[in-house]
């Protein structure tokens, strides 16, 4: 076994990077994760995960942990922005028979403490508070200096840090993220403090001209989590994350369906998020340094794809790490995920194109033509993505 005892650095404690440090140690690889905040609290926001990432929580074992919290969604409902149904995909049973695993929502927090959980039990170290400000490389060993003066020696370093990875900068000199012309306001209301039954049991997006609205129900149907994405010419702030007036969202979001207005009356608390991206990179490691998720393939969440690549990303680098060993398992992870991240990556692109359709008549027109698409025809699209197992042995 390649990794049995070797030492493994992992930058950020996102989805990512605790999938990965979770696979890592269960091949015997001892892992510590470093992340810059002080714990793993998340601003309030749900997560979809399709059957392609239920995949790798089941070969992580932890499948029962994560269905305990997760909510099965129904069906997605596309919605003109007034309401009138578009078309409905049916999820629930559906999924399973068709992907032989469910569709789940997740609040983002929850999924974070299974895998987590999952992580320590495994022997995963778990360090807060350490933001990587350098990474340099021997031939045998990887040091990581840190914002408060400390620093680490590894056989290895992961660079799960996020679109806006340093890890990306410094080891791969990647160009930096670009703001996408698009923000995103997440946040959740609880379900008490609206009508019974406003919003079903689905993931429905209500689309308009340069801006959607996705609303699901979360935690047994207590909370409905929504993202309200806009387009926008520039991002002038220095963070891509930050508290907004709920009051910018609902002018922002005027004139759509009475269920949207009466959600987004409800919003006491909500951030805002730059969406940024930049190319998926031609090179994903140096040596002894790698990357995973979006900091080597950032998704726009439009497919609602980016946290479920990052847990395919985990379970197919420790097996290559377990393969091949540390720098020809970088080399076979990158061959093995490159061409699927640059697809799925295409694809959440072209959805946000279709969601904001700015013409009147073409957006009706395309609606229209939606709606009248055979179910199988529509679903279809989705197999490549939902019906990969990257878990199953080929
Ligand atoms: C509005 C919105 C909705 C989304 N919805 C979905 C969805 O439904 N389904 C889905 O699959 N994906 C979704 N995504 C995408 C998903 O959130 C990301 O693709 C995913 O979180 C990426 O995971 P990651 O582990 O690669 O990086 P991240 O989750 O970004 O984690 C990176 C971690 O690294 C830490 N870090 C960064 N720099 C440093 C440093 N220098 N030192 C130490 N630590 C550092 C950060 O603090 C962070 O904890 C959505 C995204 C947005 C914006």
Known sequence: MALKGKEISIIGAGIGGLAAAMALAQKGARVKVFEQADGLGEVGAGLQISANGVAVLEALGLRD??????????????????????????LGASAVARY????????????????????????????????????????????AVFSNGKSVQADCLIGADGVRSVVRGMALHGQPAEF???VAWRGLVPASRLPKGLFENAAQVFMGKGRHLVAYPLRGGTLINFVAVEERASWADEGWS???SPENLRAAFQGFAAPVQTLLAQVDETFL????????LPRWSNGRIG??????????????????????????????????????????????????ATRVQKGAARNAWSYHLRNPIFRGVAHKLLGMAPQNTLLGQFDYLYGHDVTAKS
């Open 65 to 90: 942990a994560a269905a305990k919290l997760a909510n099965t969604p129904e069906a997605v409902v596309l919605r003109d922005y007034r309401g009138g149904e578009v078309v409905r995909l049916p």
């Open 180 to 182: 996408t012309g698009q």
């Open 291 to 340: 990357l995973l998720g979006d900091a080597c393939h950032p998704m726009l969440p439009f497919l609602a794809q980016g946290a479920v690549m990052g847990l395919e990303d985990a379970f197919v680098l420790a097996e290559c790490f377990e393969a091949k060993g540390i720098e020809k398992g970088f080399h076979s992870f990158e061959a093995k995920r490159k061409p699927r």
């Open 242 to 244: 930050l508290p907004d």
């Open 273 to 280: 998020w730059g969406l940024f991206n930049h190319p998926v």
């Open 100 to 143: 032989g695993r469910p569709y789940w929502q997740f609040h983002r927090a929850d999924l974070l403490g299974v895998l987590a959980q999952g992580a320590r039990d495994v022997g995963v170290e778990m360090i807060f508070d350490h933001r990587l400000t350098e990474v340099s490389q021997s031939k045998e060993r990887v040091e």
